[in-house]
DNA sequence: CTGAAAGCGCTAACAA
DNA sequence: TTGTTAGCGCTTTCAG
């Protein structure tokens, strides 16, 4: 059974394509009342759908919109794609993923692609520090909305939805400081971006990092192992650890471990995301044992994130000129979790 | 900058659109060289991108495939999508996502939807155990591939790649009996479907399980803690716990607590799927440090899972006559991760 | 009120 | 080897 067409329609219910489509789109139209129901009832009878291609051919918008990241899989992205997509579902879009793989030319490869296809905006993390900013630029001005989620491109136009980096991390030091610690270090991410940097700087908000203090590592974990089993061997009293990204906790756990070293009770500690538990075989295990009471993390509002990426959608839908300004939500302490 | 069409570049270049599109279109075509470097020339200058809307009108086919999963942001579903969605963009296809909300009337919203966009093919974990067969199996009819994944239709003429729950089940079973579990006791869901009861059938197979040693409960943690406690009070000697799901950990962990029982060493268990471990407050860590050695999990192959989903895609593609059994893949047994 | 007709940008059959 | 032309299914003037 193949889908019928408005002319099909037309044919079975002796009028134009023209009226079909009026009825159909609920256009503000005048016709006759019995023909409206007649029309409406056929469609319904053969379960008519548009032609959505041809549909977006002729008004040039999709009824799509794409979402890129650079992997969907990791971090909050599954949580906001997911909020994103039921809740523009509900306004008549659906959603096209792309994962960029933080590669510039994979992401633009799917940025070129999306434009072909006219997606009515873009939401996008962008890859690399922003390496496709002019082709967004190009797409911006041809008055797609683009919105830059979880990182942002400071000297861009587009708007944004980040969490507060700067503000959340204080907060998060100060917490430390508030359970006694006297002495922090700060252990981060080698590879640098802005999003990463504004943590940093938050933490230097509310106490001096000496460059020592700054532990800056690949995120392998066998790296961080060592640097931090260094660092720990010679702490001060009243240590404490805040991580910039909870991708670095198994390597510190690592640390803990080899001095026997329990967390939170002998290293208070704080960092940014869920941690991710993955336990290969007896020593891992041990490494996560010396976690041995809750510990908070600073867990960025995927929810918040998701309601104004929508939101801001839903605007620029319905009036493409409304400004917006960036949204930076700050993001909340709480107790550990693996999710 | 708007972008420019294939009569652009034909004008641009004197030439037909025809041609334009043939030599663009790679096809098997008689066209003088020099024309032909022409178009290729001016084409690249100009950026030319095909416009896919149009395209696809005429080919009817999106050059796009649907994705209809219950949550996208659960299980291994962002890992399993992020692997199709790279393996497929890399043949020229992007990806549409949908969540069901494993709501059968969302479900039919997404496919008709789909339909209309003229999706080259259906990857689908049906909602509802198939509430919407009929309408997928009208999409099928009419050449769409479908193919369901996770989850599958026993009647229905559409191949899967799943799991295969029987065997995998069977084998932690066997697991645990070679770990001196002499009485098992299953813990599984009270809401059944297929896949689930493919869990039970493979415990099953390998141990007699009475009526009563199977406990199901609905996911909520108290009355899995309530039902566990009765049962782990008056557990004989060398008992051990299989886990449908090691969604239903935690509330085994609690009851574990509640007793002093420490896992594996004082009840050893397995179950299917990393467990997601959340910790609200010192009660549930307290919970959480009962496991006291790594414990066996079975895990779904998802990579593998991903792998048969895009070369069924891919054969489908180039043949869409071709034939394909259905695949259910063993699971492995590996050690506790919380990913 | 209603419908005929002109496209949207691309492809492919058919002429030349 | 090339170009003309007729649509794909829908929307939207613009005459009737």
């Known amino acids: 059974m193949s889908l019928s067409s408005l002319k099909d329609i037309a044919g079975k219910a002796g009028v134009s394509t023209t009226a079909v489509s009026k009825v159909l789109n609920r256009a503000p139209i005048r016709i006759g009342d019995e023909k409206r129901r007649l029309i409406v009832n056929i469609a319904r009878k053969f379960n008519y759908r548009p032609n959505l291609i041809a549909r977006s051919l002729k008004r040039k918008k999709a009824g799509a919109i794409g979402v890129v990241v650079p992997d969907m899989s990791t971090l909050f992205y599954p949580e906001l794609i997911r909020l994103m997509e039921v809740a ?8 096209v993923i792309c994962n960029s793989q933080d590669n510039a030319i994979c992401e633009k490869e799917h940025l070129e692609t999306l434009r072909s296809r006219f997606v009515d905006a873009l939401v996008i993390a962008p890859a690399q520090n922003g390496a496709n900013a002019p082709l967004l630029r190009r797409i911006y001005e041809t008055g797609t909305p ?3 989620i979880d990182r942002y491109l400071p000297n861009e136009p587009f708007c ?3 969490t507060d ?3 959340s991390s204080r907060r998060g030091a100060v917490w430390l400081i508030k359970r006694g610690v006297k002495k922090m270090f700060y252990l981060g991410e080698r590879q640098r971006n802005q999003v990463l940097d504004d943590r940093l700087a938050g933490v230097k908000d509310a106490v001096k990092l000496l460059p020592k203090d700054i532990i800056l590592c690949a995120s ?8 931090c089993l260094d660092v720990l061997r010679r702490r001060p009293q009243a240590a404490g650890f805040f991580l910039e990204s909870n991708r670095l906790l198994p390597g510190l756990l690592d640390a803990a471990r080899d001095i026997n ?3 939170p009770d002998g290293l208070p500690i704080i960092g940014f995301d869920p941690p991710v538990m993955v336990v290969n075989g007896a020593e891992d295990f041990a490494s996560w044992r010396m976690l041995t009471a809750p510990v908070p993390v600073i867990k960025q509002n995927v929810a918040g994130m998701a309601e104004k990426t929508a939101k801001y959608l839903a605007v620029k839908f319905a009036k493409p000129s409304a400004k917006f300004s960036p949204v930076r939500l700050p993001a909340e302490i709480s107790a550990l979790s693996f999710p």
Chains 1, 2 share one sequence.
């Open 88 to 95: 523009l579902f509900a306004r008549g879009y659906q959603t």
């Open 146 to 148: 683009v919105l830059c």
């Open 160 to 162: 944004y939805v980040i």
């Open 165 to 167: 980096g700067r503000i």
């Open 220 to 227: 392998e974990r066998g790296e961080i192992h060592e640097k």
């Open 261 to 263: 070293l329990t967390i």
